[in-house]
C-alpha cells in the first residue's frame, strides 16, 4: 500500500492477532514495526513516512517485513529485484538467505537468469506455459536452463509462465 505509511504496511498482516476485545493493540504493533524495520535496515525518516516515498529497494523490504512480521514459513517473491540498485538487491539475497537458513521456504520466480543460478538449490524451468524441466544448484548453468527453455515441454497441467526457482527445505 504505497500510500500508507511503513508503519501502517507492517502492521497489516498482524492486525487480526493484535486486537483484543475489538481492540488494536497499537503499541505492539509500533514496536514489531520498528523492531522488522531496524532487523531489515529500511531507510527512511521514520515509521510514519509513506512507502511510495522510499526507494525501490526500501520498498521491497517493507513488504518482506510484513510478511516476516506474519510468521511466513513459505515465502512467495516474483520478481524481488526488480528496479533496484545493486545495494539493495544484495540486501534482499542476504535476507532471502537468511530466511531458508532458519527454515522458511522461499519460491523465487526470476526472469533474472544469473540471479536464478546464484540463489536456487532447485531450478524450475518453464516453456510455453509448462515446466520443461527440473535442475539441482549443481546441473543448473545458464546453457541447461536456455536448452529447456527452448525446448518443447512435456504435457502437464501446469499453466504459468517464466521462470522459476525456489530455495528452501
Known sequence: MLDA???ENLGLVTLRSA????LVDLKAQREAAERIAGQLGVRMAGLGQHVRTLSGGN???VVIGKWLLADTKVLILDEPTRGIDVGAKVEIYQLVNELTAAGAAVLMISSDLPEVLGMSDRVL???QGRIAGELSADE???DAVMALAVSTPPTTNTTTTGTEASRGH
Do not use: F, I, L, P
Request: aromatic share 0%; glycine share 6%.
Open 19 to 22: 486486537t483484543r476485545a475489538g
Open 59 to 61: 520498498q521491497q523490504k
Open 140 to 142: 543448473a548453468t545458464q
Open 5 to 7: 505509511s511503513v508503519e
Open 125 to 127: 524451468v518453464m516453456a
